[in-house]
């Protein structure tokens, strides 16, 4: 294991770097989608919902509606039933007719390359809007799910105490032209190495190497216990 008292945060941070970019040389956008409309529907879809299970259902919604104009002929309940699936369709559906609405009203059919103006539509909070603002316009944006708030954690690169204080922690440490990439890397690494289930510190090299020292100790202290549990049974 690395000595931590040898290594100033910007040294762990750049260390990170190097690994994620070694692992994800290429950072596909995980949703599926054709324009920025497109993004933000499926990115709204995808609250508390995989983005296999968003992918498998956006084909169907965008057959019938891959724009605002199409989208607000169909009715609420139409939406509803096709999104079902993804899970909160009584809220989502609601979300998308009302946001496309909006679109043509406000902003002529597109959707706009805007912070403010995104996060003012239904059903899209600042984590979605920095979604479509960093994949859609390519406009720097370090949007935090729960992979990244996990391991920003475990990394001890945050506290863990908000979402907000996550984000502040990630656009204060990496480089901003790296964030749009960077935030997808990390997905891509917790999904992969570093769950919140099924945690395994030999397949975590991350978290083995420059992990929150109280975070190693804990997973270290629960690997005795369930060792000392088999052999008893034994």
């Not at 995104?118 to 949007?143: D, I, Y």
């Not at 083995?208 to 270290?220: D, M």
Request: with cysteine; hydrophobic share 40%; charged share 25%.
């Amino acid at each position: 294991m690395t000595d931590m008292k040898s290594l100033s945060k910007q040294e762990k941070v750049q260390a990170i770097i190097r690994i994620l970019e070694d692992l994800y040389p290429e950072v596909p956008v995980p949703l599926d989608h054709k324009d920025p409309y497109t993004l933000l529907i499926a990115v709204l879809l995808s609250a508390q919902c995989t983005d296999e299970r968003v992918n498998q259902i956006t084909p169907k919604l965008f057959a019938r509606a891959d724009n605002p104009f199409d989208m607000v002929l169909m009715s609420i309940e139409e939406i509803k039933e096709i999104i079902k699936p993804c899970g909160l369709s009584p809220m989502k559906s609601k979300g998308i007719w009302h946001l496309s609405d909006m679109i043509i009203k406000q902003h002529g059919g597109l959707v706009p390359k805007d912070f403010a103006a995104l996060e003012a539509m239904p059903g899209v909070g600042h984590k979605t809007a920095s979604v479509v603002m960093a994949q859609a316009f390519g406009v720097p944006a370090f949007p935090v799910d729960t992979h990244i708030h996990r391991l920003m954690y475990r990394w001890g690169l945050s506290n863990g105490k908000s979402v907000e204080q996550t984000e502040r922690d990630a656009k204060r440490l990496f480089p901003k032209e790296k964030w749009n990439d960077l935030h997808l890397q990390i997905i891509f690494y917790g999904r992969e190495y570093c769950p919140a289930r099924g945690f395994s510190l030999d397949r975590c090299i991350i978290t083995r190497q420059y992990g929150r020292k109280s975070f190693i100790n804990q997973v270290l202290k629960e690997q005795e216990k369930k060792l000392k549990t088999s052999a008893k049974r034994k």
